[in-house]
């Protein structure tokens, strides 16, 4: 009886040592059973989208959309579309009733090239649209745009950078056109770039403040959070009622690293950031989903569906009337979607 029970006691003791499985979940399963539990299920509207222009590209993405209740998908034009020449991805998407096409901002691009004449007849090219109705607001508006690869260890890839002044006369003319038609204005504007030491953040901070009473009548939309940190991003807010961000869910190690220093809402283990829930639930009517997706490309690009199923999963943790602003309402106020 006595050696049963050593033998027993040094079990237990070992088990201390050993990597048992637990009999309760680990806390990391528990936070996403309960995600599970609480995630909206609705109707999701993506704020933010750059498919291929090819039309089987649309075509493949649109019914991934359709399979993911995504019920609309604001598309539009990156910053670097510019060298293209062309916006075939913007008239071929209106074939598609899920799709909200913003007018296009290359004209920013060959501010950056110093094209003035070019910039001024793409700039026509948008107002002509946007005064027309065919598109629904401007995007993306890139004003500062670095090479994010950079951050990854040094990627032959790159990123085109895109530098304009913030007060360039076509910029200040086009806010004034938003302005005057209470559209949106998708405005992709990074504050801090580590690998050549810019930190610009109060500049960039001041300009938002200055320009959000200037032109009141216009939805500014600061892409990606703002790609600053929830207290910068807070004090705009509160002197900007027409300020709002888009945010969107780092899929990949390569996304995460390129917005290291940009202020992401989620990390590796792919949950909502403390910091950013507090956020969110803070100004539940000012955050609006935006995937950044770019469907067509090469790589991490290919299953839209399962990123929209992972971002439901990332948002489960906040209130299920929370859940539906960010993912659905607001995008459908700020962009006036019937």
């Known amino acids: 009886m006595k050696f049963f029970i050593v033998v027993l006691g040094l079990l237990l003791i070992s088990g201390l040592f050993l990597d048992i499985p637990s009999q309760e979940p680990a806390a990391s399963e528990k936070k996403r059973a309960a995600s599970a539990a609480g995630r909206y299920r609705g109707p999701v509207i993506d704020a933010h989208n750059h498919p291929k222009r090819k039309d089987h590209h649309l075509q493949a993405f649109f019914e991934q959309a359709r399979e993911a209740n995504v019920e609309k998908v604001v598309v539009m034009t990156t910053p670097n579309e510019f060298r293209k020449h062309g916006n075939d991805m913007l008239r071929n998407s209106r074939s598609y009733p899920g799709a909200v096409a913003l007018c296009t901002a290359n004209f920013v691009g060959f501010i950056h090239r110093k094209n003035e004449e070019r910039a001024r007849r793409e700039f026509e090219w948008m107002k002509a649209d946007l005064t027309s109705g065919v598109c629904g607001g401007v995007g993306e508006v890139g004003l500062r745009h670095y090479d994010k690869t950079a951050k990854e260890g040094g990627s032959n890839r790159g990123q085109d950078v895109v530098l304009v002044d913030l007060n360039h006369p076509l910029v200040l003319e086009m806010l004034g056109l938003a302005d005057g038609r209470g559209a949106p204005v998708v405005l992709h504007i990074e504050p801090v770039y580590s690998p050549a030491g810019i930190d610009n953040l109060s500049k960039v901070k001041n300009w938002y403040k200055r320009v959000c009473r200037r032109f009141p009548g216009a939805k500014l939309i600061a892409a990606h959070n703002g790609m600053m940190s929830p207290g910068d991003l807070e004090a705009l807010f509160s002197s900007c009622g027409n300020l709002f961000a888009d945010f969107k869910f780092m899929h990949n190690r390569g996304s995460i690293t390129g917005f290291q220093d940009l202020h992401p809402m989620n990390g590796l283990d792919s949950g909502l950031f403390p910091q950013w829930r507090k956020m969110i639930g803070k100004y539940p009517g000012r955050f609006l989903f935006a995937s950044d997706w770019k469907y067509g490309r090469r790589g991490s690009f290919e299953d839209y569906t ?26 459908k106020r700020v962009f006036s979607i019937d």
């Open 306 to 331: 399962g990123h929209i199923r992972a971002v439901r999963e990332m948002l489960g943790v906040l209130p299920p009337a929370v859940q539906r602003k960010v993912l659905y309402e607001n995008a």
